[in-house]
């Protein structure tokens, strides 16, 4: 209370950001609050407005699938024969030779990079950590740093290294990156589809030479 004389009072009250994804909207979620003083005597009040926005990761990611096709040769020649000629006599004799290709499929592997921007106009985004799941196999993922600069964008590389699984894709069809930040879990997405050919291919042509010709 105030008694014919100024009165002055001061106190804080803390404001927090939320730490659920589900509140941001492309990284970033805002809130305000209207506090109202008022004189109970006379009913003369007047506000203050504090607004506070806040910033969280937001990711995009890519994803590009490789696999190696391993071709074997099976090689036939036919056909045997056997000949009684008499001396000074000749005989043409026919050979076929048959080449017949399989193929076995594998070193299936998944690259691709992790985009992270910071909304926050004014200061960096300091990332606790950065992993890769790619199609439930881990990658290998490599930042430049863990610090996103105001306003800005970081991009970390990611690399399953290839997956001895013959003429089986290992992976499944998704691809997900997440980011540690903030005690809470941020997350990027990206469909895994490997393409009908293979990216690579070893021995698809053969030479067959013959030591009757």
Known sequence: SADRAYGEWTYTKDFACSADPDNYIGGTYSYDLLNTATINETEEFDTATVDVTCYAPVLSKTADEAF????????????DGSYDLFAGDSVTHNYKVTVTPTFTDNN?????????????????????SVS?????????????????????????AYD????????????????????????ASW???????????????????????????
């Open 160 to 183: 399953t290294g290839t997956q001895d699984s013959e003429d089986f894709n290992p992976f499944g069809a998704q691809n997900i990156a997440t980011v540690l930040f903030g005690g």
């Open 132 to 156: 890769d799941l790619a199609g439930g196999i881990g990658a290998t993922v490599t930042c430049p740093s863990l610090t996103v600069p105001a306003g800005g964008s970081l991009v970390c």
């Open 68 to 79: 190696t096709r391993y071709w074997d040769w099976e090689i036939v020649k036919d056909w």
């Open 187 to 213: 997350y990027g997405y990206a469909d895994i589809e490997f393409p009908v050919d293979p990216t690579s291919e070893v021995d698809p042509v053969i030479t067959v030479d013959d030591d009757n010709l």
């Open 108 to 128: 299936w592997q998944v690259t691709g990079d992790i985009t992270i921007y910071n909304n926050h106009p004014s200061e960096g985004m300091v990332l606790t």
